[in-house]
């Protein structure tokens, strides 16, 4: 089964730290079962992809996109612009974006339709707050944020016909926090998620359909979270800024092949 780890760098490494991150990562070998994607900050895609040379082992992604292609949108980045840089993935729906950015569903439908245009691959996140768990309404929550993407005609049929997408399960109380879900609360996320996705896309998508989990994933618990029925992969925060790190939960990753 193919798993994917994908590291999220946030507003960490500029162009010569991520340069210097790619040269000090350990060899990452027999990677045919592993998926590996780092987003850098969009200012360091050259360096990183200038780093990463010939080498095809990791993709790259970039944080966010606007859902426009070009115009008057101050300090925005268009998906074709971050394609030119490198990327080939592109984070959508991010809680930070959602929560310090005040992203709304409706946006995160029009980026990952910019992103798919531009010929990148939409990572789509999505995740419940504490409060939000706490009153039993996870379902509710997760199910919305992934409505109103799949719910646009034009995303879904792009998806029907074959257009790569991915989703990431991100609970926002476990973001940063070091408090991680446990692989069956994950499991249970990734359930509910995936039978949604066959109400949009049919069974036989949901079911290929890559579901990473994210929030506080460290090389200690990768592992568990990995196995865990339903889990895909790993969006990595914290614990991909240190390339050590990274490449541990990557041979994880691999170790599960
Ligand atoms: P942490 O791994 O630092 O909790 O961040 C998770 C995350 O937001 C990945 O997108």
């Known amino acids: 089964m193919r798993r994917f780890v994908a590291g999220n760098w946030k507003m960490n490494h500029g162009?010569?730290?991520?340069?210097h991150f790619i040269e000090a990562l350990p060899p990452l070998t027999d990677l045919r079962c592993v998926t590996v994607i780092v987003f850098p900050p969009a200012?360091?895609?050259?360096?990183?992809?200038?780093?990463?040379?010939?080498?095809?082992?990791?993709?790259?992604?970039?944080?966010g996109v606007h859902g426009e292609a070009s115009g008057a949108f101050t300090g925005e980045i268009a998906a074709g612009m971050a394609a030119e840089a490198?990327?080939?993935?592109?984070?959508?729906?991010?809680?930070?974006?959602?929560?310090?950015?005040?992203?709304?569903?409706?946006?995160?439908?029009?980026k990952v339709a910019a992103a798919q245009l531009a010929g990148l691959t939409p990572v789509l996140c999505v995740g419940e707050r504490i409060n939000e768990r706490k009153e039993g309404r996870l379902e509710e929550v997760i199910v919305r944020q992934l409505d109103a993407v799949l719910g646009s005609e034009v995303v879904g049929d792009r998806i029907r016909a074959g257009v790569a997408f991915l989703l990431a399960y991100e609970p926002v109380w476990a973001i940063g926090t070091g408090k991680e879900a446990t692989p069956s609360d994950a499991s249970q996320a990734h359930a509910i998620l995936r039978r949604r996705v066959g109400h949009w896309l049919g069974s036989?998508?949901?079911?290929?359909?890559?579901?990473?989990?994210?929030?506080?994933?460290?090389?200690?618990?990768?592992?568990?979270?990995?196995?865990?029925?339903?889990?895909?992969?790993?969006?990595?925060?914290?614990?991909?800024?240190?390339?050590?790190s990274f490449a541990r939960i990557v041979e994880l990753a691999r170790e599960l092949c």
Do not use: C, M
């Open 204 to 244: 036989d998508r949901a079911r290929e359909l890559p579901i990473l989990y994210g929030g506080s994933v460290t090389p200690a618990n990768a592992r568990g979270l990995l196995a865990a029925e339903g889990v895909d992969g790993v969006l990595v925060g914290g614990a991909s800024l240190d390339p050590g």
């Open 43 to 63: 200012i360091s895609l050259p360096a990183a992809r200038a780093a990463l040379g010939s080498s095809s082992s990791i993709s790259l992604g970039v944080q």
């Open 86 to 110: 490198g990327a080939t993935y592109a984070l959508v729906g991010h809680s930070e974006r959602r929560t310090l950015f005040h992203e709304t569903d409706e946006e995160t439908g029009g």
């Open 15 to 19: 162009p010569v730290e991520a340069a």
